[in-house]
């Protein structure tokens, strides 16, 4: 069983709209939490990352959000564009392995 | 900052012959790289782990003897993969890290092998 739960699976958006991405992970220990950005046919960009002292990080319209008693973690990408299509991948560090979500698909449509 | 390169960006290959992908920071020397496959609609999946100057440590089910990983300098690693087959075709993707618990990942943008 995946250690990193994401969901939706996909969705679709209007340009403009507001989203957020959900992320559920059991990796234990807990080292950090990264929200990365993958375009269709490339390697994924970090979009942030938070450890467990924090509770929230922005980048520019994306804002990400943790909370380490429940081990949830969410990205709310804010007056979407175009551009914002992509896959977005939760990737939680433990020890010293990376464990990766499936990714939310995010498709925004004019 | 920390730029990690791929090339080639996309082969396409016979079935039978070996692919070499190069993995390459650019501006900072990688003590460990890792490198990934990922197949349509999936997450990433470890491959394999390579500090410089020492053997690759696999992980379970990854053939080392057909996935041939060198990490000859702090700056390059080579995944080689022999006798290809059209179940190999899928994306690779390379990380590096500065340090050798591999703390902070910086992600290549990817290479697509397509076996025929």
């Known amino acids: 069983k995946n250690q990193v739960e994401q969901s939706p699976q996909s969705l679709i958006i209007l340009e403009g709209k507001n989203c957020t991405l959900q992320?559920?992970?059991?990796?234990?220990?807990?080292?950090?939490l990264r929200w990365y950005k993958q375009d269709t046919g490339r390697g994924p960009v970090s979009l942030t990352i938070?450890?467990?002292?924090?509770n929230t990080k922005s980048n520019g319209r994306y804002t990400a959000t943790l909370d380490a008693d429940t081990k949830q973690s969410s990205l709310h990408i804010t007056a979407s564009q175009l551009s914002d299509s992509a896959s977005y991948i939760c990737?939680?560090?433990?020890?010293?392995?990376?464990?990766f979500g499936a990714g939310t698909t995010v498709t925004v449509r004019a | 900052g920390a730029v990690v390169s791929q090339h080639p960006s996309r082969v396409i290959c016979k079935s039978g012959t070996s692919v070499k992908i190069e993995c390459r920071s650019l501006?900072?020397?990688?003590?460990?790289m890792f490198w990934y496959r990922q197949f349509p609609k999936q997450s990433l999946m470890l491959m394999a782990t390579?500090?410089?100057?020492?053997?690759?440590?696999?992980e379970q089910g990854v053939e080392k003897d057909k996935f041939l990983i060198n990490h000859a300098s702090l700056t390059l690693s080579t995944l080689t993969v022999t006798s290809a087959h059209p179940e190999d075709s899928s994306f690779y993707i390379c990380?590096?890290?500065?340090?050798?618990?591999?703390?902070?990942?910086?992600f290549g943008p990817g290479t697509r092998l397509l076996v025929l």
């Open positions: 938070m450890t467990f002292s924090e």
């Open positions: 992320c559920n992970y059991t990796v234990s220990p807990f080292s950090n």
């Open positions: 501006d900072f020397q990688a003590t460990t």
């Open positions: 990380s590096a890290a500065a340090d050798s618990g591999g703390l902070a990942q910086y």
């Open positions: 390579s500090n410089e100057g020492s053997k690759a440590t696999y």
């Open positions: 990737v939680v560090r433990g020890d010293y392995k990376l464990s």
